[in-house]
């Protein structure tokens, strides 16, 4: 049981004497304080003064926090209290607070209590902006001790499982979920000003598609049914392009049941668009034409660093078709890159076991992931894939074996896919075949089933389009400077709890 540990117990029993005191360790209706910087800007004055005693009791201030430090000295105590703007010390003494109130409550407030403290500004001997309380309250008991405060929160995992407790340890972390939120605003703002619809799309597909992963699969029990949660919204926003909406976007979860590490957690968020009558090579402009706008209102610099790489965001981004990087960043001689059974060799000899059922594209996929990912450091633009690995992208009228596709690779990380839709009903429902056929011989989870209804979409015709996915975790990541997608979700998934024992260190 998660309250049987000594210390809770002890705390547990302390929020009952407030109750048998006639104290609610939990009142309602408490509003929120002036925030920690406001009160130390607006009282910068105070530390300037000539007089020996720098306050102002003129000035009354009620703060709101969490107490992170308690130094108790007899008849008073300083602490330190923590609001979403930082750090603030509060001053308490046993002769300014209602009479008997201080010892009543002197050993039952705690480092981990949130309060409210009302009282006026002065300036310590040491020159530290602090409240001297008039009043102080207890407006939520906590029940669970903090870490430990030397050494904090330690624990990866636990940071992960218990993001609430990570934040209230780091508040450095709440850092980067803030500027998420501030990069999903501008990224929806940029594209409402680029004149794009945006649009929700089921979560829940009778038929799972839009890109190559395995789903995960549920039941609809009313309809007796299964569906499969959406591995890409990409189907149904191409349907609404038929319908006549001729710039969509939707920036929501995807779902795919396929292994976790550093860049990939099962559920994750995208944004994906669609433009009528623009081609791959205007999705590559506006996607440079983002990123200047995103570095510009963020206030970063061209130059950002990513760990230990410095990357240049200089527009334009470098555009190097599929097969060439393959040759000229990957190393791999020409004559092997167009010979399927040198392929396997070079792969096998490199320690890369591949299916032999595998297609030539495939094969130079497995190639393109061994030799070249890994290289493509500042923003690059691969262009020009293998239409095999390509089942929604247009063919090229010039070689029909290349599909008009990029994908986006920064740090080494594909960041964004997008193409020249396919639009052809025909050759969709072939490509579909295919990969229904792909799916039958190797058993691959991840090829796509056939759509008949999208089939059907396109057959009432859809106008030249080209559609784009960014990832919005891998960009954090990026603009962020964190090297794990845990880092960037609240809560990422994880493997089941063993235990609900808590694991810190507590302060006792």
């Not at 499982?161 to 500027?179: A, C, G, H, S, W």
Request: hydrophobic residues 35%; proline residues 5%.
């Amino acid at each position: 049981m998660i309250f049987d540990n000594q210390y809770i117990q002890e705390r547990i029993k302390k929020a009952d004497t407030l109750r048998a005191e006639g104290i609610n360790p939990y009142p309602a209706g408490i509003t929120k304080g002036t925030l920690s910087k406001d009160f130390l800007k607006e009282n910068e004055d105070l530390v300037n003064l000539d007089s020996d005693e720098k306050k102002d009791e003129n000035r009354h201030y009620k703060l709101t926090g969490r107490l992170k430090f308690i130094r108790i000295m007899g008849k008073a105590a300083f602490a330190k209290l923590e609001d979403e703007a930082g750090l603030v010390q509060i001053y308490y003494n046993r002769d300014d607070l209602p009479e008997g109130y201080y010892n009543k409550i002197k050993k039952l407030i705690e480092v981990g209590d949130i309060v409210e403290a009302e009282g006026y500004p002065f300036v310590t001997r040491t020159g530290e902006i602090t409240l001297y309380c008039k009043s102080l309250r207890i407006v939520s008991k906590a029940i669970i001790p903090l870490p430990e405060k030397f050494h904090g929160l330690q624990d990866q995992e636990l940071k992960y499982r218990q993001r609430y407790l990570d934040m209230i340890m780091n508040p450095e972390v709440k850092d980067t979920f803030v500027m998420r939120s501030k990069i999903v605003s501008l990224v929806r703002r940029f594209f409402e000003d680029q004149g794009f619809l945006e649009v929700e799309t089921p979560m829940m597909h009778p038929i799972p598609g839009g890109a190559n992963a395995r789903p995960f699969v549920t039941h609809h029990n009313a309809l007796d049914v299964d569906r499969y949660l959406r591995i890409a919204p990409e189907l149904y926003l191409k349907r609404l392009v038929v319908g006549g909406m001729g710039a969509v976007f939707e920036i929501n979860r995807n779902f795919r049941n396929e292994g976790m590490d550093h860049t990939h957690n099962p559920e994750f968020t995208m944004i994906e668009y669609y433009w009528a009558y623009h081609t791959y090579h205007d999705l590559m402009d506006l996607t440079e034409k983002l990123f200047s706008y995103l570095f510009e209102n963020i206030g970063l610099p061209t130059v950002l660093k990513y760990g230990d790489m410095e990357i240049d965001f200089s527009t334009p981004f470098a555009r190097v078709p599929y097969l060439e990087a393959i040759e000229k960043i990957g190393g791999v001689p020409r004559d092997v890159i167009y010979d399927k059974d040198k392929a396997r060799a070079y792969l096998k000899e490199n320690g890369v076991d591949t299916d032999e059922n595998l297609t030539l594209g495939y094969i130079q996929a497995e190639m393109f992931d061994a030799f070249v990912e890994d290289k493509l450091i500042n923003p690059t633009f691969i262009i020009d894939f293998p239409v095999e690995i390509s089942p929604l992208a247009r063919r090229s009228d010039e070689n029909p074996d290349i599909a008009e596709r990029f994908e986006l690779f920064i740090a080494g990380k594909e960041i964004a896919n997008g193409f020249n839709e396919l639009n052809d009903p025909l050759d969709q429902y072939n490509r579909f075949k295919m990969q229904v056929e792909a799916k039958e011989v190797t058993g691959d989870d991840e090829a796509m089933h056939m759509d008949l209804d999208f089939v059907r979409a396109l057959g009432y015709g859809m106008t030249p389009t080209a559609g784009e996915g960014i990832g919005i975790d891998r960009l954090v990541m990026l603009l962020t400077n964190q090297h794990s997608i845990r880092d960037v979700l609240l809560f990422p998934a994880m493997r089941p709890e063993k235990s609900l024992e808590t694991k810190e260190d507590t302060q006792e």
